[in-house]
């Protein structure tokens, strides 16, 4: 815990102007990112007595072991960068919105030809119209369903278009009259397009127009006697009189607003929003989060203006936006959402009338979605904090191990050993943060001497960094090992991992690859690896992290030192994160060694042969019927394969008079040598033993 005197600024340092600033930890990360009219007086609130310090902010200035800040002109500008800062850095002391869904959309690709109708999720792509967000994705076919009678647009993919087009056979919906059927033909696209507008503009609430123009069509067929005609707009009139009856009436005036409610308590808080638009609800949505800081009901309003229209632009920036708390300042706010939408916004808190009341329904919905939260999540955290609490307890922690890391070593009979590192945080994956390994300092299947070799390049990372922030103050050299042998000038062997000097970023708050250490490092096996890794530690200086392995066979828990295993209770949830942890960074390592399994029995000699790419590969194994004929082809003769001229032919006939003649293939089951004149689909060398005969005398003990 830091004394938040030590990293004060002296007096008058700080400028009496607009700014953000950063708390930083001492690993470097950014901890907590603010917005202030005046950074003098707003960091001056932080350095009083920790006594008078909201319990949050307490912790967040004694977790800090350094404060920075930019200057910015106006607040707007604060607001802005606080946004940006906030996204990049995500840090862990600031309000963070969490849906408590995926929410869904209808979209509109305007920006294709024949434009589709579907239903999307994630984010928003330029050239398509959105209507929603949707509490479910069916509540959205059926309205679109409802529409197609009225506003016959495609809806198919792009697969299914192309091939109606290509048999010239539209899908059912075309036969139903559900779709005007553009790929086939039956409309132009400019007529396409003017249904796909047609149908935006129904969306949007101008509906009206539609309806009083299809009960003027309907009269009229009814006048003439076209009575069947008259019958099917009678219809399509019901449609759409029903898809609107799903977005009930609830502002007049055609209004466009958002309205923004929140329930909060001393932990958490939920945030929900109604969509309203040309009167009606389109949509709803929410967010819940932990109230890792002090802050006020408008507070919580801004961060939640910010996450909902940090990336919006246009008209998903509503005229009007409606609150249960202003922002303090409001000014600065404001005017960022009026610069986003384009036009000006009006932020305020709805006083009395249909506003007023639409705002407590949205209350109402946000209250019961905290309750509903607390009601999922306390048996979810309550579980994952006794897991925690059981493997400190077993394992003689100091702590509860928040940051746990599990390393697990995969080969195929001694070929292409990797090795993989996890990690879980709160009992929870942290898969932004997995690694994965090449064992390459020795040759064969040795898993104790490749957890040692892992352990020993992970860690040393993690000292290499606190050496270059002047965290090792004793003098002694941390990266040598105990006969004084520097551990920096070993080779880095790890393909997935750059130079020393190039993967340690600047002090810019993100996240590095090695920087953070773990509190418990679990690996998978019993207690040779964990003596191992261990060792690697020992040898590393490294005291202040417990080891501990977990054995397959009777999931015995073995800690360094110990002739005797720890073990849990079968019921145990200490028991099942660590078997969690374990079977991902199982998972995860043999996910890789098969990648690379796969990728060395799919290579042969043309793959020696620069700037060669598949497709002339496969023109020269095509052409010539086998490896061991094109070896045996002139220049001459290769050069005749289209694509490739004499230079190209020159290089391809060196690179195979280099590779060693393969060995002869045998079958395993009938002891016959194996001819290599079939034809290579591949473009590997046929007739390599590694990869014929029969599957079960191939297939070797994965670990």
Not at 50 to 58: A, E, K, Q, V, W
Request: proline share 6%; with cysteine.
């Amino acid at each position: 815990m830091a004394d938040p005197s030590s990293y004060r600024p002296k007096p008058g340092q700080i400028p009496d102007s607009p700014g953000v600033y950063r708390f930083r930890d001492e690993h470097r990360r950014v901890i907590y990112v603010g917005k202030a009219k005046s950074l003098r007086q707003r960091l001056a609130n932080y350095f009083q007595d920790l006594s008078g310090l909201h319990p949050r902010t307490r912790t967040m200035v004694t977790t800090a072991a350094s404060v920075e800040w930019t200057v910015v002109s106006t607040e707007v500008e604060a607001l802005q960068l606080e946004y940006s800062w906030i996204k990049e850095y995500d840090p862990r002391f600031n309000v963070k919105y969490r849906d408590d869904k995926s929410y869904p959309y209808l979209a509109v690709t305007m920006n294709e030809e024949f434009p589709r109708v579907q239903v999307m999720r994630g984010h928003k792509k330029k050239g398509v119209r959105y209507f929603g967000p949707y509490a479910h994705a069916w509540a959205i076919r059926d309205t679109v369903d409802l529409l197609l009678r009225v506003f016959p647009v495609r809806t198919c993919s792009a697969g299914v278009f192309k091939n109606a087009a290509r048999t010239g056979r539209p899908c059912l919906l075309g036969y139903i009259g559900k779709c005007s059927a553009p790929c086939v033909g039956r409309v132009s696209a400019e007529e396409h397009g003017e249904l796909a507008e047609e149908f935006c503009d129904f969306m949007t609430g101008r509906t009206g127009t539609y309806l009083r123009r299809l009960e003027k069509q309907m009269t009229e067929a009814a006048e003439e006697m076209e009575y069947e005609r008259a019958a099917r707009l009678r219809d399509d009139i019901e449609a759409l009189k029903k898809a609107m009856e799903k977005n009930a009436v609830v502002l007049a005036d055609a209004t466009d607003a958002d309205l923004i409610a929140v329930a909060e308590d001393e932990l958490e808080a939920a945030v929900q929003i109604f969509h309203v638009r040309g009167g009606r609800v389109r949509g709803q949505r929410g967010w819940v989060t932990d109230k890792v800081e002090d802050v006020t009901t408008g507070a919580l309003v801004e961060h939640a203006l910010q996450q909902l229209y940090g990336e919006e632009r246009g008209d998903s920036v509503p005229k009007e936006v409606l609150v249960p708390a202003l922002p303090e300042p409001v000014e600065p706010v404001q005017e960022w959402l009026t610069e986003r939408r384009g036009s000006n916004v009006s932020l305020r808190i709805p006083q009395r009338g249909d506003k007023k009341a639409l705002m407590e329904t949205v209350e109402r919905n946000a209250q019961q979605a905290l309750v509903l939260h607390k009601t999922r999540r306390a048996s979810d955290l309550t579980t994952r904090s006794r897991a925690l609490e059981e493997i400190a307890e077993a394992l003689d922690l100091d702590s509860a191990p928040l940051r746990i890391e599990c390393y697990d070593i995969s080969h195929l009979q001694g070929d292409d050993v990797v090795a993989s590192m996890v990690v879980f945080e709160d009992g929870l994956q942290r898969k932004s943060e997995y690694r994965r390994f090449q064992i390459k300092g020795f040759e064969g299947q040795d898993d104790v001497r490749s957890m040692h070799e892992v352990i020993t390049r992970r860690f040393r990372r993690y000292i290499a960094e606190k050496e270059r922030t002047g965290e090792w103050t004793d003098g002694e050299n941390p990266l040598a090992d105990a006969t004084g042998t520097p551990l920096t000038d070993a080779p880095l062997t790890d393909a997935t991992e750059a130079p020393l000097t190039s993967s340690l970023k600047d002090d810019d708050g993100r996240p590095k690859r090695f920087a953070y250490p773990p509190q418990l490092v679990v690996v998978d096996g019993g207690q040779p690896q964990v003596a191992a890794a261990k060792r690697a530690l020992d040898e590393l200086g490294i005291d202040d992290i417990a080891v501990c392995g977990l054995a397959k066979r009777l999931e015995e828990v073995w800690v360094p030192d110990d002739d005797d295993p720890v073990v849990l209770p079968r019921s145990s949830e200490g028991l099942y994160l660590l078997q969690r942890v374990r079977d991902e960074a199982h998972r995860f390592a043999i996910t890789y060694q098969r990648t690379k399994r796969a990728k060395r029995f799919r290579a042969g000699p043309l793959d020696e042969v620069p700037g060669l790419g598949e497709t002339r590969k496969q023109a020269l194994i095509k052409h010539f019927g086998s490896v061991k004929r094109l070896r045996a082809a002139t220049i001459e003769q290769i050069c005749e394969v289209p694509g490739i001229g004499r230079k190209t032919a020159e290089t391809i006939a060196v690179a195979l008079a280099r590779a060693a003649s393969p060995a002869p293939a045998v079958n395993t089951a009938t002891g016959e040598i194996i001819d290599d004149e079939e034809p290579d689909t591949t473009a590997g060398s046929p007739g390599d033993p590694v990869t014929t005969g029969a599957p079960e005398e191939r297939r070797g003990q994965e670990t």
